[in-house]
C-alpha cells in the first residue's frame, strides 16, 4: 500500500448534517487513509431516495480530476441481502450498495470492473448493522486510496441494479416530461435535455397544468417573483421563479408532469 498518496473522497449521503453519521464516516475514512481529501457533494438527498442520489451524482461526479474515490451512501436495503459493492472505471472509483444509485454515472463512464464487498478485514466491526456508511464503505473507499489491489477487496460481478433516468416523449409540436430534482434554491430541474442554450428559447413551458412562462437564456430575463424556464447548468431545462422558489410557489414536487410546447417557439 501506498500511505503517501493524496487521493480525493467524495460523500453523497441522505444522513443530513444534524447528527454524527457524516462527521464519523470522515472519521474513518481519516484514521486509515489521513492524506485523503474528502469532499462533500449532497448530504441532504430525501431519505432513501436513490433516484435523487443518482442524479446528484451524475451532476456532479464528472468535475472531478481523474482517481476520484466517489463514496455515495443512500441505501434503504440496509442490513438487507443487497450487495455493497466497488466499481472501477475508466476515470473513477465508485464505492456504494448495489441498488441502482450509481446507474445515472455508470451510463457516461465506462465500467471496467466491479467487485463486492466481502472481506471483514476491510470493513469495522459492526456494532449493529444499520450504519455501513461508517462500517464498510468509508473503510474500503480509504484502503482504495491507499492503494490497496482490488482483489483483497472480494470476488468480480458482473452485472449492476439499474435504474433508468426517465426519458421524455418528444412529439412533433412538444416534449412530455417531469421533474426529476428540486435543488435547495427551490428550481424544479425537469428531464428535458438540450443541446446548445439557444434550444426552446421561446417555448412556452406547462408543470402540473399550469402555464409557467417561456424559456430564456437567464434568471435575470424576467422581473423579480416572476416564473420562467432556462437551460439549467446540468443540462436539462429548469424551471425557477426570479429570486423565489418555484417548488413552493406552484406546489411543484419530483414527479411533476412537465410539457415544453414547441409551437410557439
Sequence with gaps: MNNQENRIITLTTDFGLCDWFVGTMKGVI???????????????????????????????????????????????????????????????WFVAPNNGVL??????????????????????????????????FAPIAAYIAIGIEPTQIGKKLKGLVKIRLPVPEISENKIDGE???????????????????????????????????????????VDKGMPLAVPGSTGFVELAVRDGDISKKYNLKIGTKVELLKTNC
Excluded at 188 to 211: H, M, Q, W, Y
Design 179 to 221: 421533474i426529476i430534482y428540486i435543488d435547495h434554491f427551490g428550481n424544479a430541474i425537469t428531464n428535458i435535455p438540450f443541446k446548445k442554450e439557444s434550444d426552446f428559447l421561446g417555448c412556452t413551458v406547462i408543470a402540473g397544468n399550469r402555464i409557467i412562462g417561456k424559456v430564456h437564456n437567464f434568471y435575470a430575463a
Design 30 to 92: 481519516l484514521s486509515i487513509a489521513p492524506q485523503s481529501t474528502i469532499v462533500d457533494i449532497n448530504h441532504n438527498i430525501p431519505q432513501g431516495d436513490i433516484k435523487v442520489a443518482a442524479f446528484s451524482l451524475l451532476s456532479s461526479f464528472r468535475y472531478f480530476p481523474e482517481n476520484t474515490i466517489h463514496v455515495v451512501v443512500v441505501d434503504p436495503g440496509v442490513g438487507s441481502k443487497r450487495k455493497a459493492i466497488v466499481v472501477k472505471t475508466k476515470r473513477y
Design 103 to 136: 446507474s445515472y454515472a455508470l451510463n457516461i463512464d465506462e465500467i471496467v470492473d466491479i467487485w463486492q464487498i466481502e472481506n471483514d478485514q476491510l470493513t469495522l466491526k459492526r456494532t449493529g448493522n444499520t450504519f455501513h456508511g461508517r462500517d464498510v
